[in-house]
């Protein structure tokens, strides 16, 4: 799902309650949400990379590259996290890869909250998402803290990057670097 920042910016509350929702009507499985870019599923490549210099700068920017990401799982791996941001949402099966709801729930942090929604969990880094800049401010560190926790399920099988980068770069090495950018 994709909204104007302004809907979710304005009552981050709302917004989370309404995720919560949404995500126990449909038993998500695993998800991310957060400011970010957005693409055309399946047009992520063959594009000139407009995203990679904002991805690079912005590492808290979710990328959704959600076609290229489907391509990648169609043998495996669907059922497991592709990343995490400022929401991210783990079904109970993804929990219990995790070690159950206790062992989760001992790596939470004051700044993060793990709420119950029926067929899992929404992790929340903070009371609103941020744009950082490597550099100035970066990363925050509940953003780093989920990723610490989710590591162990990422699905990390790539065989082809899902981001469109420069001639210069490989898009498969970048592609590994972005699901790993919180974890500095």
Not at 27 to 48: A, D, K, M, N
């Amino acid at each position: 799902m994709h909204t104007p920042a302004s809907f979710f910016l304005k009552n981050p509350d709302n917004f989370v309650d309404l995720m919560q929702k949404w995500a126990s009507k449909v038993r998500c499985i695993h998800g991310s949400g957060g400011l970010g870019v957005l693409t055309q599923p399946g047009l992520e490549t063959g594009w000139y990379p407009f995203y990679y210099p904002l991805m690079i700068k912005y590492p808290s920017l979710d990328y959704d590259a959600m076609g290229d990401y489907w391509s990648e799982v169609r043998h495996g791996g669907y059922e497991l996290p592709k990343s995490s941001n400022w929401l991210t949402f783990l079904g109970v099966s993804n929990i219990e890869r995790l070690g159950g709801e206790d062992a989760v729930r001992s790596q939470i942090t004051p700044e993060i909250s793990l709420v119950r929604y029926e067929g899992g969990y929404l992790i929340r880094a903070g009371e609103r998402p941020v744009v950082d800049t490597n550099g100035v401010g970066g990363v925050p560190q509940a953003y780093k803290d989920i990723a610490r926790i989710i590591r162990p399920i990422l699905f990390q099988k790539y065989e082809y990057g899902i981001i469109e980068v420069p001639p210069e770069k490989d898009s498969l090495d970048e592609t590994l670097k972005w699901i790993h950018r919180f974890e500095s």
